[in-house]
């Protein structure tokens, strides 16, 4: 088994960095400003509860690198939520924004709870208790976060709110992912599976691989795992089999995406979906499919799984699903792995779309932002592909490479190292 170090999502973050620098032959002093946070906040969180108890949550916001804009990340709600973890989601949202060349730099949120736990009311006092903390160090032009794990735009337009009442004004700008009626984007709420999409697509174009003819597997079937299935089924591939935290389902000849998430919405779970038989999380990733979507959390892909996984393609839906040895061990066999902050930078993409229509307070269509996002994750995967070739290496080495070069012009321009 991996050790507990080995699985440390920031150790992990680092040790992707260092690679991609030495490769690189990246400045000493830049890498070093670049493998640790600038700045991170802890705060504690009272909330009284519906039972007329107070209890304190502990939050963080991790700002890690504003040198090509303002940071940029989510917010988890999450009963193991970490430091590190924030750390390391921080650090990889720095990559992502600039990977897909947006002028954002990136940042991270958390607070430790369980919110299925919780009541409406509770989350809400939460959220705003969070915003109250976390606030000073918030706004369009410093740090603007949005939804991750168990958020979503009910609690992003609580802290919209909760940040208008700081201020005295509303500041549609200072949070994105909020419901379009008060000035969230369209098209934000399936952009990050339908950012996976155009670089699947373009994974299977390089690949020679009929997307008609493909079939595929998700892991986690939250907002990302649930539109992933939609859109890859839209385009013709055939789902066989899903996950989610309480257990999995298969069925060779195909599962319909749509009945399958109205069950999970109604039932909390895909377990028991008619005409499926039982799957575990571990025969999933292991399956014989053409795509597999890990769409859950950290450190799924192992050296232990890795020489058994028979996908072609891994299109990591999820943050830092793979650790480096499983990343070694898919590019020895020939695994073809669409890195998580190139895969999944359709959400930070459209949020970004999100801020500067809030900005211009002009609102575009959908058909625009998918025709925006579309270009943006094409040229993303190209870019990343083109690397790939020239230095020779994996494609997530890649992505960094094309990432960490646009971060470190921006720090030896500005002068900050």
């Given at each position: 088994?991996?050790?507990k170090?080995?699985?440390?999502?920031?150790?992990?973050?680092?040790?992707?960095?260092?690679?991609?620098?030495?490769?690189?032959?990246?400045?000493?002093?830049?890498?070093?400003?670049?493998?640790?946070?600038?700045?991170?906040?802890?705060?504690?969180?009272?909330?009284?509860?519906?039972?007329g108890?107070?209890?304190?949550?502990?939050?963080?916001?991790?700002?890690?690198?504003?040198?090509?804009?303002?940071?940029?990340?989510?917010?988890?709600?999450?009963?193991?939520?970490?430091?590190?973890?924030?750390?390391?989601?921080?650090a990889?949202?720095?990559?992502?924004?600039?990977?897909?060349?947006?002028?954002?730099?990136?940042?991270k949120?958390?607070?430790?709870?369980?919110?299925k736990?919780?009541?409406?009311?509770?989350?809400?006092r939460?959220?705003?208790?969070?915003?109250?903390q976390?606030?000073?160090?918030?706004?369009?032009?410093?740090?603007?976060?949005?939804?991750?794990?168990?958020?979503?735009?009910?609690?992003m337009?609580?802290?919209?709110?909760?940040?208008?009442?700081?201020?005295?004004?509303?500041?549609?700008?200072?949070i994105?992912?909020?419901?379009?009626?008060?000035?969230?984007?369209?098209?934000?709420?399936?952009?990050t599976?339908?950012?996976?999409?155009?670089?699947?697509?373009?994974?299977?174009?390089?690949?020679?691989?009929?997307?008609?003819?493909?079939?595929?597997?998700?892991?986690?079937?939250?907002?990302?795992?649930?539109?992933?299935?939609?859109?890859l089924?839209?385009?013709?591939?055939?789902?066989?089999?899903?996950?989610d935290?309480?257990?999995?389902?298969?069925?060779?000849?195909?599962?319909?995406?749509?009945?399958?998430i109205?069950?999970?919405?109604?039932?909390?779970?895909?377990?028991?979906?008619?005409?499926?038989?039982?799957?575990?999380?571990?025969?999933?990733?292991?399956?014989?499919?053409?795509?597999?979507?890990?769409?859950?959390?950290?450190?799924?892909?192992t050296?232990e799984?890795?020489?058994?996984?028979?996908?072609?393609?891994?299109?990591?839906?999820?943050?830092?699903?793979?650790?480096?040895?499983?990343?070694?061990?898919?590019?020895?066999?020939?695994?073809?792995?669409i890195?998580?902050?190139?895969?999944?930078a359709g959400?930070?993409?459209?949020?970004?779309?999100?801020?500067?229509?809030?900005?211009?307070?002009?609102?575009?269509?959908?058909?625009t932002?998918?025709?925006?996002?579309?270009?943006?994750?094409?040229?993303?995967?190209?870019?990343?592909?083109?690397?790939?070739?020239?230095?020779?290496?994996?494609?997530?080495t890649?992505?960094?490479?094309?990432?960490?070069?646009?971060?470190?012009?921006?720090?030896?321009?500005?002068?900050?190292?």
């Open positions: 088994m991996a050790s170090e080995e699985l440390n999502p920031f150790k992990i973050a680092q040790k992707q960095l260092d690679k991609a620098a030495e490769i690189m032959k990246l400045d000493p002093g830049i890498h070093a400003v670049l493998r640790e946070p600038m700045r991170e906040l802890h705060v504690s969180i009272p909330v009284k509860m519906d039972d108890t107070v209890k304190v949550f502990k939050g963080f916001r991790v700002q890690y690198n504003d040198a090509r804009g303002p940071c940029k990340g989510g917010i988890r709600f999450h009963p193991e939520e970490t430091i590190d973890t924030v750390r390391a989601l921080a990889w949202m720095t990559w992502k924004t600039a990977v897909v060349n947006i002028p954002l730099g990136g940042g949120g958390g607070v430790v709870c369980n919110p736990e919780m009541s409406a009311g509770e989350l809400e939460l959220s705003r208790g969070y915003i109250d976390v606030g000073r160090i918030l706004g369009p032009e410093k740090d603007i976060p949005a939804p991750d794990v168990y958020t979503n735009p009910q609690i337009a609580w802290m919209a709110d909760e940040f208008a009442k700081l201020k005295g004004y509303y500041v549609p700008g200072v994105t992912g909020k419901p379009v009626e008060i000035g969230g984007s369209e098209g934000r709420g399936d952009a599976a339908r950012g996976a999409y155009y670089t699947i697509r373009e994974a299977a174009k390089k690949l020679n691989l009929d997307l008609k003819n493909a079939t595929f597997a998700v892991q986690g079937f939250g907002n990302a795992g649930q539109f992933i299935a939609k859109i089924g839209e385009a013709g591939a055939k789902l066989i089999a899903v996950s935290s309480k257990g999995g389902v298969i069925n060779r000849d195909g599962l319909d995406p749509e009945r399958l109205d069950y999970k919405l109604k039932n909390g779970t895909v377990v028991d979906f008619p005409g499926t038989s039982a799957i575990t999380n571990k025969e999933l990733l292991e399956l014989d499919v053409d795509i597999l979507c890990p769409s859950a959390l950290e450190n799924q892909l050296k799984n890795a020489p058994h996984v028979k996908a072609k393609i891994i299109a990591e839906l999820a943050n830092g699903p793979t650790t480096p040895e499983a990343d070694e061990i898919f590019f020895e066999r020939g695994i073809f792995v890195p998580d902050f190139l895969c999944n959400g930070v993409t459209v949020s970004y779309f999100e801020v500067v229509q809030n900005i211009y307070n002009f609102y575009w269509d959908l058909p932002v998918h025709e925006m996002l579309d270009k943006k994750m094409t040229k993303a995967f190209w870019d990343v592909d083109k690397a790939a070739e020239e230095y020779k290496v994996d494609p997530r890649a992505a960094y490479i094309v990432a960490v070069n646009r971060v470190a012009e921006a720090i030896r321009l500005r002068g900050i190292a």
